[in-house]
């Protein structure tokens, strides 16, 4: 049975999640990513078989008990809009629940978003309009499981004016990250965004501490804030080249770090922001114990997915058996006397006779035709890949046809097979 304390706990935390407001940035456009955002923004981006990269930061609010939620969204947003429309309407708004969609729509100007900063200035009134006590900032595009309520708490209570998630990082990772410097208490004392050279943190050789872009605000703080920085000429009106800095000179700013449980080890959590680490994270889950445990009914993964048969493995003779080992195969595929291994196939992926997919990452609606093997690649959405094609195998061939990430992952698209492109979701 709870002790008093515990229940007295847990009601703490309830009380301050339901009086903040989640503002999820999705309006990046993604890059490093290559022609996997070409159509789509990067929050948008399918992970995991049937999941959407948003769908990680969405999920950790709701199962926190945040459910007033903002997505401010800008470049290639139909599909995200899409998504978040099909998946994300279950939010009761009778309750005052919601996941918003704030497109940037020049509301303090002639402007699109400027930055990450802008962006939440621009939606002020609409902030002031649902008036929480407490501002929650996330990023769309990172992949991890978190619960928001401690670190609300710890911003609470601690008094802070700001509170900043973070984990340690290896040295060389540094300059991809917002670094900071603190205290025996955790109040920060210096960050730096993305700097080129930085100490370790103490009690580390070889470790940096990071922002996460997790950002917890007292709301009419980050108000005020937002106000001059908007009328500072020389800002870039981001969070952490802009807001943070100079936050850390004058006011109360802790660090608040993510942990696994109870424990001193840092929790799971991973920027997917080029092809090599969104392979890579893909490639976690397969696992026979991943670190991201997605099969969590404590913590459900929450997303929109097509209503599909289950998968299907057919034909059982020498040479001509359809099977997946180390895979997650998603429901409507067919595998037909081919061979998958150590691979995520989304919904609809048909693979032929004689074929072999090895260590890769098909999207939905990928055909791949007979006798082809692929191996370390990403096959975007709606791909066919005809009879007999070998990606993976040699990397001068793969470099002329598709791109060539730095790791040596193939990205194959429509266009790049000189096929058109259906609706991208």
Known sequence: MDSPKHVQNERYISLITQNTLALVLAGGKGTRLGSLTSHRVKPAVPFGGHFRIIDFPLSNCVNSGIRRIGILTQYKAHSLIQHVHQGWG????????????????????????????????????????????HLLVLGGDHIY??????????????????TVGCMPVPLSDAPSFGIMEIDENN??????EKPSYCDPMPGSSDKALASMGIYVFNTRYLLSRLLVDANS?????????????????DSEVFAYLFRKGNSDSPAYWRDVGDIDSYWKTNMELVGVNPELNIYDKRWPILTWQRQAPPAKFVLDEPGRRGEATNSMVAGGCIVSGATVRNSVLASHVTVAEGSSIESSVLLENVRVGRDVHIRRAVIETGCTIPDGMHIGFDPAVDGNRFELSHGGIVLVTPEMLGQEVSCVR
Do not use: C
Request: proline letters at 6%.
């Open 90 to 133: 279950f939010l009761r708004s009778e309750l005052g629940e919601f996941a918003e969609l704030l497109p940037a729509q020049q509301r303090t100007g002639d402007e699109w978003y400027l930055g990450t900063a802008d962006a939440v200035y621009q939606n002020m009134d609409i902030l002031r309009l649902h008036d929480p006590a």
């Open 145 to 162: 499981k978190m619960d928001y309520g401690p670190m609300l708490a710890m911003h609470v209570s601690s008094g802070a004016d700001v």
């Open 187 to 192: 109040r920060i004392q210096r960050f730096t």
């Open 233 to 249: 000429p020389d800002s870039s009106h981001d969070f952490g080249k802009d807001i943070i800095p100079s936050a850390v000179e």
